[in-house]
């Protein structure tokens, strides 16, 4: 398996802009998660999907901030405008969860740059 | 709430010697798991280790082992043989099994040639 693969690797984008984010988890995993990673407040769960229904966005900051899961294999994180705050290390990450709990599987990440 | 807390910004080990991070946290559930998460350069974060805690015995993956402390709250790593591809920064993380994990604030590691 591929893992979970982010795009784009870096995005560079004036303020005000949209910016997309996308993600494709590893097939069969039932859970998807957008983490956001920054140096003031390290890593923040900001929305949970279960079978591509979202269960937990209460960690989105605001109401820039949308996600979609259209199917098992893909999904957006899509920031509207965008603020120089948004500036982070945005990473999905997927888990299959049956018995216990086996961890993440994360992807390398988007670092989003607003200017 | 529950709570992760690793005390070390930073640790230095030197090449082929043995360094332990620590990582304390705590919860009031009864079942839950622990993790030891890497984060290399290439910023992808890569699951080490997990301990389960109803499990007394001490997880282990290689060069990579646990000292897991129920009692005291404590979950530290230990990693043996120590090698310059271990440099990274290293989080400990604690869920419940539900969704959602608690992630400390990380230690980075630098292995020294």
């Known amino acids: 398996d591929a893992g979970v693969i982010q795009s784009p690797r870096h995005e560079v984008t004036e303020m005000g802009q949209e910016v997309t984010l996308r993600c494709k988890p590893i097939s069969g995993h039932n859970s998807l998660f957008w983490y956001r990673q920054t140096m003031m407040r390290g890593l923040e769960l900001l929305i949970y999907?279960?079978?591509?229904?979202?269960?937990?966005d209460s960690g989105m900051p605001e109401d820039r901030f949308s996600a979609k899961m259209p199917n098992a294999s893909f999904s957006t994180l899509k920031i509207q405008p965008s603020e120089p705050r948004d500036s982070a290390v945005y990473f999905c990450?997927?888990?299959?969860?049956?018995?216990?709990?086996?961890?993440?599987?994360f992807g390398s990440g988007t670092r989003l740059t607003v200017v | 709430a529950q709570t992760v807390t690793q005390s070390q910004p930073e640790m230095s080990v030197q090449e082929a010697e043995t360094v332990t991070l620590s990582c304390t946290y705590d919860?009031?559930?009864?079942?839950?798991?622990l993790f030891w998460y890497k984060q290399p350069p290439s910023r992808q974060m890569i699951l080490v280790i997990r301990?389960?805690?109803?499990?007394?015995q001490n997880a282990t993956e290689n060069r990579f082992s646990v000292n897991f402390q129920k009692a005291a709250k404590s979950f530290s790593l230990k990693i043996s043989d120590s090698q310059l591809g271990d440099a990274a920064m290293y989080f400990c993380?604690?869920?419940?099994?539900?969704?959602?994990?608690?992630f400390g604030t990380g230690t980075r590691l630098k292995v020294l040639a």
């Open positions: 990450a997927s888990s299959l969860h049956i018995q216990g709990d086996y961890g993440y599987t």
């Open positions: 301990q389960e805690a109803y499990k007394q």
């Open positions: 993380a604690l869920t419940s099994g539900t969704y959602k994990y608690i």
């Open positions: 919860t009031s559930e009864s079942d839950y798991y």
């Open positions: 999907f279960n079978n591509n229904v979202p269960i937990d």
